[in-house]
């Protein structure tokens, strides 16, 4: 087992994609197998010491970011064990420090596809399950969660545990199992999951299965060690398209057809629109973007990006009919970025991926914590809520981004105040779509988790009940409460 003490390689370990300041721990354990984080979680278990787990640093919430103990980083976990196929799809075996453009280069060198595509790339598999992450293509396939066979998990005492989807579920509104010697029996949280994709809090339902409980737990229940993840079959290819609209408007009414077109897929032909992915931009991330590339006309307000799988047989259909979708909503196909192979893909992709990296570096030269949403609403009640972010960051006066999976009515916002003064301007209005959101049916984290920066809204979202009764599954797995301390819920350990 690697142990490093220097402060000087701890402090890399300190921070996250948050920029969440103050974090500190005594020293990071890098086991190299699932017997040392064993021994390593008995030994801080026995002694009360606090443990975050800690996965590539790609989290927005401050998840990885620990205030005492220790840290227990999973990259050295960093395997990929092997694929089985089955038919035209397979399952892929891997360890939690694999990283995600790793795993999908494997399986595509089998002929397979891994379906989830987070903007992040180098987020490893482990923290991508530990949050129910989900991105681009989430719009068609789910998040995380939905990917999930089996999985490999250490528990607070040391304990490791393999789980098979199926193989136990809840009865009455409680989960029972045992591990070795000892048996664990709580009562589900009765709070009713939103109807969108959610990564806010403890999975629920009468019904469950267990094996969704540590799928966005976030490091606060076990350490995920291993997974095995089901594999779609390779496309044969990727029609990836970046829009270009002379208004916010048109681009939204875009992308709400191309979302209603998409979900009547029980009844298409394979020469119908049916999206992998719909992204949107909005003129201040075009903004954002013009910077890097020149290349973007002057007259785009906003931008959609989607994607479809195609063939070679529907190939000219497909993108007649989006070619019309695009005609009616006023965005001029000669301006319309087109990628139909990887080396264009990859193109348009590091160009999406770039928005990221300058708010980033927006955010560091500010010296400012952003504030960021992660919301989700229900698909018809997606126009409201982008009017009302309008009508709001209109009086704001303050830099911001909105952007994201419209695909899925999940659009997020990041604010980068330059002051105190802006931050605490944020920080209100980010309270007020949360609380928009939730009046509205949504959640007020789709895919980056509650960690350390959404627990306020995590209780307006579940109230003091809520937030209560997965405290007590908290305290059934974890009695001594090391684990991921800070994240989900406010405690000392």
Known sequence: MI??????????????????KGGHAERVVLPENYEEVSKCLKEANDKRIAVTISGAGTGTS?????????????????????????????????????????????????????????????????????????????????STRQSIYALTIALADGSIFILKRGEIKAKNNRLSFDIGAVKYDMPLPSYKMPSTKSSAGYFADNDMDLIDLFIGQEGTLACVLEATLKLNKKPEDILSCFAFFKSEEDALNFAVTARKLSQSRKKKDEVDI??????????????????????????????????????????????????????EYNAPI????????????????????????????????????????????????????????????????????LFGHIGDSHIHLTLIPKDEKEHSKAKSAAMAFVKKSISLGGTVSAEHGIGKLRREYLKIMYGEE????????????????????????????
């Not at 890097?292 to 799988?309: D, H, L, M, P, Y």
């Open 3 to 20: 142990v490093k003490s220097d402060p000087a390689i701890i402090q890399s370990y300190l921070e996250d994609s948050s920029n969440i």
């Open 62 to 142: 401050g998840g990885r970011v620990p205030f005492g103990g220790i840290i227990l980083s999973t990259e050295k976990l960093n395997r990929i064990k092997g694929i089985k196929k089955e038919d035209s799809k397979g399952l892929i075996t891997c360890q939690a420090g694999v990283l995600i453009k790793d795993l999908k280069s494997y399986a595509d060198g089998n002929g397979l596809f891994y379906t989830y595509d987070p903007t992040e790339q180098n987020a490893f598999i482990g923290g991508t399950i530990a949050t129910n992450a989900s991105g681009a293509r989430s719009f068609k396939y789910g």
């Open 274 to 327: 049916d999206a992998l992915s719909i992204e949107y931009l909005d003129g201040n991330s075009l903004e954002l973007l013009r910077k890097k590339f020149g290349n973007i006309s002057g007259f785009a307000r906003a931008c959609v990006f989607f994607e479809q799988e195609i063939n070679k047989s529907n190939e000219d259909k497909v993108i007649e009919k989006w070619e019309k979708l695009l005609s």
């Open 334 to 401: 000669k301006d319309t970025w087109v990628a139909m192979n990887e080396k264009d893909r990859k193109d348009l992709f590091d160009k999406r991926h770039y928005l990221g990296e300058a708010m980033n570096e927006l955010t560091k030269a500010n010296d400012m914590e952003k504030v960021s949403t992660d919301i989700a609403v229900p698909n018809e009640c997606f126009l409201t809520m982008m009017n009302y972010y309008k009508k709001i960051l209109s009086d704001l006066k303050i830099q911001y981004y």
């Open 466 to 493: 809520g937030i209560r009764e997965m405290f007590e599954i908290k305290r059934a797995l974890d009695p001594n409460l090391i684990l991921g301390p800070g994240n989900i819920f406010s405690y000392k350990s």
